[in-house]
């Protein structure tokens, strides 16, 4: 079926873009106003838009095509892929790299691929098919495994092993530090892999001589490079009770003595509370909180209370460095940095941005879509 859009420089399709009464679903050939071809794409109910153009695809897309696709984004991460050092990373980014509603990440031999609509999820033995062998001819090996992760919904599990024997847990590296991955227990596997620049800078920058708090901390892993550069000491807070067993698995697989760390599961804001009474105080922490959270007393929303977290932090703090993160994709870097200043200035202090990190390389997006750089981090110098 061929379809008009009302613009052609395209990439994210939006309900205003697409004529009345189309149905959501189906990979259609796209015209412009004058009937001339845009590109092949599909349509599909995702958290985001309606659906993809595909640049370049001129007909349905057949293994040829995504092979091709597969293998051009593999090597422009040949760098990663020959770091022995770093063993997990992003290999297809979606629409970055030419596949709106998809996104494929590597962890050692395993693979993990996202699927964000049905409609691509249609596809998914074609898609999983070429992945494969492009590994192959770029890797020279075969993977060791598939995981599959729901992030639209359907009627199919959140993450499911779809090929290969996997363990339930295992290590991969990241700039030569261990990190203990779960690749089939939900959503997420146990380390965020566009903060891979942000740990790299611990590590050799911000880590060492600091007494660190980490809040939000999930598995530890922001807590793993700060003890590595040589921190005075790290504590890590997270109100999940899994956060305990799990930041132990990191600090355990890098040798770390488990007796110097200091690991609370609590809610933050009672740990900020507990702080001041006893006069802790810190000289690095951390903040990367999820965009939007709920436990039985209170909810958190990173565009309306990042604030109260800045303000908390100031309070445990004469100098240092706070280190600012968020992936809320309803907050711009613009609004996220003038939020920052806004917090300084109500608490009458003084502070310097030392560095930006926004997402890293093997995380491309079109720049037609700058909110696919969702990730903003913001590397803050409180001054006395």
Same mark, same amino acid.
Not at 41 to 52: A, R, S, V
């Given at each position: 079926m061929k379809i008009t859009l009302k613009r052609s420089d395209l990439i994210l399709l939006k309900e205003k873009d697409l004529p009345e009464q189309i149905a959501l679903s189906g990979w259609h050939e796209f015209v412009d106003s004058k009937n001339q071809?845009?590109?092949?794409?599909?349509?599909?109910?995702?958290?985001?838009?309606?659906?993809?153009?595909?640049?370049?695809?001129?007909?349905?897309p057949n293994e040829t095509f995504l092979v091709s696709l597969f293998e051009?984004?593999?090597?422009?991460?040949?760098?990663?892929?020959?770091d022995s050092n770093t063993t997990?990373?992003?290999?297809?980014?979606?629409?970055?790299?030419?596949?709106?509603?998809?996104?494929?990440?590597?962890?050692?031999?395993?693979?993990?691929?996202s699927y964000y609509n049905e409609t691509i999820y249609e596809l998914k033995n074609l898609i999983e098919g070429s992945l494969k062998k492009a590994y192959e001819l770029v890797f020279k090996k075969k993977l060791l495994g598939l995981?599959?992760?729901?992030?639209?919904?359907?009627?199919?599990?959140?993450?499911?092993?779809?090929?290969?024997?996997?363990p339930e847990s295992f290590l991969i590296k990241e700039n030569g530090l261990n990190y203990r991955v779960y690749l089939n227990e939900g959503l997420m596997t146990g380390i965020f892999l566009d903060q891979r620049k942000v740990r790299e800078?611990?590590?050799?920058?911000?880590?060492?001589?600091?007494?660190?708090?980490?809040?939000?901390?999930?598995?530890?892993?922001f807590s793993v490079p700060c003890i590595a550069a040589g921190a005075k000491e790290t504590t890590s807070v997270d109100l999940a009770k899994r956060s305990r067993k799990k930041t132990e698995e990191q600090f355990l697989a890098n040798a770390f003595d488990l007796s110097r760390?200091?690991?609370?599961?609590?809610?933050?804001?009672?740990?900020?509370?507990?702080? /001041?009474?006893?006069?802790? !105080? *810190?000289? @690095?922490?951390?903040?990367?909180?999820?965009?939007?959270?709920?436990?039985?007393? +209170?909810?958190?929303?990173?565009?309306?209370?990042?604030?109260?977290?800045?303000?908390?932090?100031? /309070?445990?703090?004469?100098? !240092? *460095?706070? @280190?600012?993160?968020?992936?809320?994709?309803?907050?711009?870097?613009?609004?996220? +940095?003038?939020?920052?200043?806004?917090?300084?200035?109500?608490?009458?202090?003084?502070?310097?941005?030392?560095?930006?990190?926004?997402?890293?390389e093997d995380f491309p997006y079109p720049e037609s879509l700058k909110e696919e750089n969702y990730l903003k981090v913001l590397l803050v110098k409180v001054l006395p």
């Open positions: 071809f845009i590109s092949w794409g599909y349509l599909g109910k995702q958290n985001k838009g309606y659906g993809w153009l595909v640049k370049g695809l001129k007909e349905f051009k984004a593999f090597q422009k991460r040949i760098t990663l892929i020959n997990a990373f992003r290999l297809f980014n979606g629409p970055g790299d030419g596949l709106g509603g998809i996104t494929i990440d590597l962890y050692g031999d395993y693979s993990v691929i995981v599959e992760k729901n992030r639209y919904g359907g009627n199919w599990p959140e993450s499911q092993l779809v090929e290969g024997d996997l800078s611990l590590l050799k920058k911000y880590g060492k001589n600091k007494r660190v708090l980490n809040t939000f901390s999930y598995t530890g892993a760390e200091k690991i609370y599961v609590m809610d933050i804001f009672a740990y900020f509370s507990y702080a /001041q009474k006893k006069g802790l !105080g *810190y000289d @690095l922490i951390i903040l990367d909180p999820p965009s939007f959270a709920r436990n039985k007393k +209170k909810t958190f929303s990173a565009k309306k209370d990042y604030h109260e977290l800045i303000t908390q932090s100031l /309070q445990l703090m004469n100098s !240092g *460095y706070l @280190l600012c993160s968020t992936n809320a994709s309803n907050v711009s870097y613009q609004e996220f +940095k003038d939020m920052i200043s806004d917090t300084f200035k109500k608490n009458h202090r003084q502070f310097s941005i030392e560095e930006v990190f926004r997402l890293p």
